[in-house]
């Protein structure tokens, strides 16, 4: 199975600051299908970012997702109050789908 | 808006069978072309892939870390999808989502979660 590991472990910013989130996949992910998920204590996930690049609906311009092959990040360009929580990268192109560990993005 | 919402069993003893009903609402589970599915997280800890099920139930692909203990079902009639994990440890104990898997897109839309506790 493909093993994804996410760095930092824990990101610690203020508002406003921008923020870098690293998945690296342990082989290359296929057609990088690769996704990215916010989840805040007590919810579900929320898809932000598929196919690597490309934003969900309704999801803030701000999220940017990039990369391809095995190296892939997540950029939240300014730190909105509402954007710390952990985020997981995933990915669904190859059976079994598989997750990172998650970044915690936390207020400095 | 579509809605998936999770059966709650709560507890289940160890070495016996959890089962987990997802009932959709707000959309058809079979006109949508998509594939229906589970995920789980362990408290204080990652997400992990149950497995997924075509709205026609005729295909279904599960994690082999669970080494064949899953079995999914899908009730078009009741616009519903269920998980059965047989021989239930510690282990399982978990907050189990239901969600759906379009084509192309992955998982877009969730339950709120069912907290599933393995204990006797």
């Known amino acids: 199975e493909i093993v994804l590991t996410q760095s930092p472990g824990t990101l610690s910013l203020s508002p406003r600051e921008k923020a870098t989130l690293s998945c690296r996949a342990s082989q290359s992910v296929t057609s990088s299908r690769l996704a990215w998920y916010q989840q805040k204590p007590g919810q579900a996930p929320r898809l932000l970012i598929y196919?690597?690049?490309t934003r969900a609906t309704g999801i803030p311009d701000r999220f940017n997702g990039s990369g391809s092959g095995a190296d892939f990040s997540l950029t939240i360009s300014t730190l909105e109050p509402e954007d710390f929580a952990v985020y997981y990268c995933q990915q669904y192109g190859r059976s079994p789908e598989t997750f990172g560990q998650g970044t915690k993005v936390e207020v400095k | 808006q579509l809605q998936l919402q999770e059966s709650v069993p709560g507890l289940v003893k160890p070495s016996e069978t959890l089962s987990l009903t997802c009932t959709v609402s707000?959309?058809?589970?079979?006109?949508?072309?998509?594939?229906w599915g589970w995920i789980r997280q362990p408290p204080g800890k990652g997400l992990e892939w149950i497995g997924s099920?075509?709205?026609?139930?005729?295909?279904?692909y599960q994690n082999p870390s669970l080494r064949s203990r899953v079995t999914m079902s899908v009730d078009t009639s009741k616009n519903q999808f269920s998980l059965n994990i047989t021989s239930v440890t510690a282990a399982d104990t978990a907050v189990y989502y239901c969600?759906?898997?379009?084509?192309?897109?992955?998982?877009?839309?969730w339950g709120q979660g069912a907290l599933v506790t393995v204990s006797s």
């Open positions: 969600a759906r898997d379009p084509p192309i897109i992955p998982w877009d839309y």
């Open positions: 099920i075509y709205y026609t139930g005729s295909t279904y």
């Open positions: 707000g959309g058809s589970i079979s006109n949508s072309g998509c594939s």
């Open positions: 196919g690597a690049s």
